[in-house]
């Protein structure tokens, strides 16, 4: 497709299971953001990928979050043991390297009971 | 560290109403400076940038002029609509390329 797609859409899990959250961003673009959305929240940014650079993990907010980019393209953000404060709209943004525009993903709504 | 800093709203204004949501920023460097628009059950799009002092973005109606001597970065519209219903990110990026948000203010135009 022509935009950022994220899969799933939505999911709800337990507390303590561990999820994934998928990110394919547009074709091209070597900046990918993860963000989290919480309600009544702004935007927190999680990990920024940048080509084959190491990424910017600064604001993953404890070791239970991980993301990879595998082949500079796919992006997987990994939650593990999950909390109820995880709970969030889990967003990814691509943009092209030599622009400053970025595209959102539609997010993934994720909700831990 | 870099940071953003903008009116938390609720804002709610009547149709035709001037609007102006205020936008402040810390950063190193000279960042480029973005407003985002989340309009109801939609993702953020964006609605305008500069990348240099001096430099007014304008899209929809809506302006910003970066402002570096107030490290600023105000949202602007003359006349707003009920379309215009929504809530509107003020965003930063850094020379690393690190994008940082405000909290976000929500708009609500009444008719």
């Known amino acids: 497709g022509a935009g950022v797609s994220q899969s799933p859409s939505n999911k709800v899990t337990e507390k303590g299971k561990d999820v994934e959250l998928r990110c394919d961003p547009i074709s091209g673009h070597t900046a990918l953001y993860w963000y989290r959305q919480s309600l009544g929240q702004g935007l927190e940014f999680l990990i920024y990928?940048?080509?084959?650079?190491?990424?910017?993990k600064s604001g993953l907010p404890s070791d239970r979050f991980s993301a990879e980019r595998t082949g500079g393209s796919v992006s997987t953000l990994t939650i593990q043991r999950t909390q109820q404060e995880d709970s969030a709209v889990y967003l990814c943004?691509?943009?092209?390297?030599?622009?400053?525009?970025?595209?959102f993903g539609p997010g993934t709504r994720l909700l831990v009971l | 560290g870099n940071s953003v800093t903008q009116m938390e709203g609720p804002v709610t204004l009547s149709e035709e109403a001037f609007l102006t949501i205020n936008c402040t920023y810390t950063?190193?460097?000279?960042?480029?400076l973005f407003w985002y628009v989340q309009y109801p059950g939609e993702g953020l799009q964006l609605l305008l940038k500069?990348?240099?002092?001096?430099d007014k973005g304008s899209n929809k109606g809506f302006e910003a002029t970066y402002r570096k001597e107030t490290t600023s970065f105000h949202l602007e519209k003359g006349s707003v609509q009920v379309s215009d219903s929504a809530v509107y990110f003020c965003a930063l990026k850094t020379s690393y390329d690190k994008v940082i948000f405000g909290p976000g203010t929500s708009l609500s135009v009444i008719p």
């Open positions: 950063a190193t460097g000279y960042p480029s």
């Open positions: 500069a990348t240099k002092a001096d």
């Open positions: 943004v691509s943009r092209r390297g030599d622009q400053e525009t970025q595209y």
């Open positions: 990928f940048q080509g084959n650079s190491a990424p910017d």
